[in-house]
T-cell receptor, first 115, second 115 residues
């Protein structure tokens, strides 16, 4: 297993502002993923972030709203831009070592509330 | 497109009773199947997974699941639950060898164990 640290663990933000969430892994990984878990709902994949390439976004998510950086094999950030109350969710970072999604681990998540 | 259906949003059960959490998936290709558990205010933890081989898979904390290809199901079972098993349980699927390596999650089942 691995240690995945997300920061911040929670935040309350004003609408119209942006928040950057950090994900740090204690070993090098190829594939990193960002998920959103809206209140009372399941996890939805936002994007896949591979080092050295642009993030791949899922349908319904765009780079302008959720820019992602992946500067190296142990770190990634997700920014939630121009926030509205509808962005209130838990955002989770996930990593997979195998390249075939057979061993995915998740961070503790960032609980975001937009007021 | 793949989808995962968890038929029960909430399952109340008394301590030491058996429990089954149901999961069905729709996919026209071979799949990997997973169960994750999310304790309150925590991230996701892998309970067990089916990749290939024996259709009965044993996981942590006494849980097991059985892959049934003809019924496209992957139900989770435990013969005797504890109060500490109270959590949200998510079933997930991924295409075997798929190019996207994505996890598709069900909507979750809240297991509420009562004394």
């Amino acid at each position: 297993s691995a240690v995945i640290s997300q920061k911040p663990s929670r935040d309350i933000c004003q609408r119209g502002t942006s928040l950057t969430i950090q994900c740090q892994v204690d070993s090098q990984v190829t594939m990193m993923f960002w998920y959103r878990q809206q209140p009372g709902q399941s996890l939805t994949l936002i994007a896949t972030a591979n080092q050295g390439s642009e993030a791949t976004y899922e349908s319904g998510f765009v780079i302008d709203k959720f820019p992602i950086s992946r500067p190296n094999l142990t770190f990634s950030t997700l920014t939630v831009s121009n926030m509205s109350p509808e962005d209130s969710s838990i955002y989770l970072c996930s990593v997979d070592w195998t390249g075939s999604i057979t061993e995915a681990f998740f961070g503790q998540g960032t609980r975001l509330t937009v007021v | 497109a793949q989808s995962v259906t968890q038929l029960d949003s909430q399952v109340p059960v008394f301590e030491e009773a058996p429990v089954e959490l149901r999961c069905n998936y729709s996919s026209s290709v071979s799949v990997y199947l997973f169960w994750y558990v999310q304790y309150p205010n925590q991230g996701l933890q892998l309970l067990l997974k089916y990749l290939s081989g024996s259709t009965l898979v044993k996981g942590i904390n006494g849980f097991e699941a059985e892959f049934n290809k003809s019924q496209t199901s992957f139900h989770l079972r435990k013969p005797s639950v504890h109060i500490s098993d109270t959590a949200e349980y998510f079933c997930a699927v991924s295409d075997r060898g798929g190019a996207t390596n994505k996890l598709i999650f069900g909507t979750g089942t809240l297991l509420a164990v009562q004394p």
